[in-house]
């Protein structure tokens, strides 16, 4: 039988096109203000706590499903390792007792350093605020997960009843489908509670002074949409576009509508100006209804001068066009 003596000094990777992002990531030098921002108290022995950190990073990159497949996607893969300027991967339990010395002093370091990279790569920090409105959507997700896990508790997860798991709360900056701010919740805890620190973390990422919240339309759905809530982000400077809260509120409005205005492209959607003076809002709005049926309607709230033309329903990023009017 053959055997070969030589040194191997090529390494091929079964996830070619993730290895020519590790290099690009590499030349960023994407992970320094983790290495120098983030400190977690553990002696290191082989490898440091930020190259754990960064193995970790890799295999949710790879596909991991949990930290387990570290040593099936990234261990096993030198090639891949290179690619992101690694010469050798940590053991998964060795990255697992890393992330359990992490402190809440660690993870707010680590949303400095998260922040730092942000601002250094991002698009919607240098949007042009004199030019145009800049426009953040706010939003929940549920996550189901195990019962053992953080943050884990009941909640409402669609389609699925009687189940434990989490709430991913973001800021998307929508014209650049970027996520600004991602922040982890309890399972039942709802936009209605999550607002307010999302935006204030938003504001920090984006370092948005008076002047850029004047030019900055906050979009959020029903679910943050109270009185309280809507005049929060009112008194902070933002512009706002929201759906009622108050379904009662919606309906009495709605028939204060002198005009509907027929959507072309649906025929169960029409628009329409509601002619009573809003009150109990901290500042002056135009409030919009929409109605999708005899018995569905919202209102929304936002600048006289902009008109929604979105499609009903839509959401997420790209979901609500804004045009001068």
Same mark, same amino acid.
């Given at each position: $039988?053959?055997?070969?003596?030589?040194?191997?000094?090529?390494?091929?990777?079964?996830?070619?096109?993730?290895?020519?992002?590790?290099?690009?990531?590499?030349?960023?030098?994407?992970?320094?203000?983790?290495?120098?921002?983030?400190?977690?108290?553990?002696?290191?022995?082989?490898?440091?706590?930020?190259?754990?950190?960064?193995?970790?990073?890799? %295999?949710?990159?790879?596909?991991?499903?949990?930290?387990?497949?570290?040593?099936?996607?990234?261990?096993?893969?030198?090639?891949?390792?290179?690619?992101?300027?690694?010469?050798?991967?940590?053991?998964?339990?060795?990255?697992?007792?890393?992330?359990?010395?992490?402190?809440?002093?660690?993870?707010?370091?680590?949303?400095?350093?998260?922040?730092?990279?942000? &601002?250094?790569?991002?698009?919607?920090?240098?949007?042009?605020?004199?030019?145009?409105?800049?426009?953040?959507?706010?939003? $929940?997700?549920?996550?189901?997960?195990?019962?053992?896990?953080?943050?884990?508790?009941?909640?409402?997860?669609?389609?699925?009843?009687? !189940?434990?798991? &989490?709430?991913?709360?973001?800021?998307?900056?929508?014209?650049?489908?970027?996520?600004?701010?991602?922040?982890?919740?309890?399972?039942?805890?709802?936009?209605?509670?999550?607002?307010?620190?999302?935006?204030?973390?938003?504001?920090?990422?984006?370092?948005?002074?008076?002047?850029? !919240?004047?030019?900055?339309?906050?979009?959020?759905?029903?679910?943050?949409?109270?009185?309280?809530?809507?005049?929060?982000?009112?008194?902070?400077?933002?512009?706002?576009?929201?759906?009622?809260?108050?379904?009662?509120?919606?309906?009495?409005?709605?028939? $204060?509508?002198?005009?509907?205005?027929?959507?072309?492209?649906?025929?169960?959607?029409?628009?329409?100006?509601?002619?009573?003076?809003?009150?109990?809002?901290?500042?002056?709005?135009?409030?919009?209804?929409?109605?999708? %049926?005899?018995? &569905?309607?919202?209102?929304?709230?936002?600048?006289?001068?902009?008109?929604?033309?979105?499609?009903?329903?839509? !959401?997420?990023?790209?979901?609500?066009?804004?045009? %001068?009017?």
């Amino acid at each position: $039988m053959n055997e070969s003596i030589t040194r191997t000094t090529n390494h091929f990777s079964p996830t070619a096109s993730l290895a020519a992002i590790g290099v690009k990531l590499s030349q960023l030098d994407l992970f320094g203000p983790i290495r120098t921002q983030v400190q977690i108290r553990q002696k290191t022995v082989k490898h440091t706590q930020a190259s754990k950190l960064d193995d970790a990073f890799i %295999s949710l990159l790879a596909g991991a499903h949990g930290l387990v497949e570290i040593n099936t996607r990234l261990r096993t893969d030198p090639g891949l390792q290179r690619a992101f300027g690694r010469t050798a991967c940590a053991e998964q339990s060795v990255v697992q007792e890393t992330l359990d010395a992490c402190t809440a002093e660690n993870v707010t370091q680590l949303q400095h350093a998260l922040d730092e990279t942000y &601002r250094q790569h991002s698009q919607s920090v240098h949007h042009d605020y004199q030019a145009s409105f800049h426009l953040l959507d706010v939003d $929940m997700s549920g996550l189901p997960c195990g019962p053992k896990a953080a943050f884990a508790t009941k909640g409402y997860f669609a389609g699925q009843y009687h !189940r434990r798991g &989490r709430q991913l709360g973001r800021v998307l900056a929508t014209q650049y489908e970027e996520v600004v701010v991602d922040r982890l919740f309890a399972g039942n805890v709802q936009l209605i509670k999550a607002l307010q620190p999302l935006v204030e973390a938003a504001e920090t990422t984006l370092q948005l002074d008076e002047a850029k !919240r004047a030019r900055t339309i906050i979009h959020v759905d029903a679910g943050s949409g109270t009185l309280d809530d809507l005049n929060w982000l009112l008194s902070r400077g933002y512009e706002v576009m929201a759906k009622e809260y108050s379904g009662q509120r919606v309906l009495r409005l709605a028939k $204060m509508v002198t005009e509907w205005v027929q959507d072309p492209d649906w025929s169960e959607r029409s628009f329409g100006w509601v002619t009573e003076p809003p009150t109990g809002y901290v500042r002056p709005g135009k409030p919009h209804c929409r109605a999708l %049926s005899p018995t &569905r309607r919202h209102l929304r709230l936002w600048r006289p001068d902009l008109l929604v033309v979105g499609p009903a329903g839509a !959401r997420g990023a790209g979901a609500h066009p804004f045009a %001068s009017g």
